[in-house]
């Protein structure tokens, strides 16, 4: 008992010093010196995190050894503006950056749009001004598509529509949002 007692003793003693020699050790540096040391972290940019280092540096004319300039693929017989170009570098691209995933046009062709059009032609015209990525009003009427057009066509599967005079708006039912637009015929889009 008297040794439990005598190394507790000597670890609280232990502690205490080391806890008087922490806070001496904050301030043995002078404020001269502290300064110099604040004016060290944040001497430029790109030191001590505030900016990235290469942010800065100039971009060097293209090299013929190049295959990537400004994220476009440079070499002969590339695309000028592909999907890889950063949307810095191309209005195209940064066009699609800003549109809604849910925008995006479905996946059909010209036939498939034909063969949706006319299986929904019955259908009474809804008014619903709204387009791809808006949710449609509660006030407007869903409808199944045919079984035989989500058979033919697997892209419209899961999905509902409603006539307007201005096309077919496909629209996801689960959520109600419009995820694709077929023109009528005779008008594009």
Known sequence: ????RAGLITVAI???VGFALAQQGEN????????????????DDGRAGTTE??????????????????GKLITPGAAADSQTVPAK????????????????PLPLTDDQRQRIRDAVSKTPVATANV????LLPNDVEVRALPDQVTAEI????????VRTSA???????????????????????
């Open 1 to 4: 008992m008297a040794a439990l």
């Open 14 to 16: 232990l502690l205490g």
């Open 28 to 43: 043995l540096a002078t404020p001269q010196q502290k300064s110099q040391q604040e004016k060290a972290q944040h001497k």
């Open 53 to 70: 280092p290469s942010s800065h540096t100039p971009t060097a004319p293209p090299d013929a050894s190049w295959v990537f300039q400004n």
């Open 89 to 104: 570098f191309s209005e195209r691209n940064n066009a699609l950056d800003e549109l809604p995933t849910m925008a995006f």
């Open 131 to 134: 387009h791809s990525a808006d």
């Open 154 to 161: 697997p892209a419209v599967r899961n999905l509902s529509y």
């Open 167 to 189: 096309g077919v708006l496909l629209i996801s039912p689960a959520n109600r949002i419009v995820v694709g637009e077929i023109a009528a015929q005779g008008t594009a889009k």
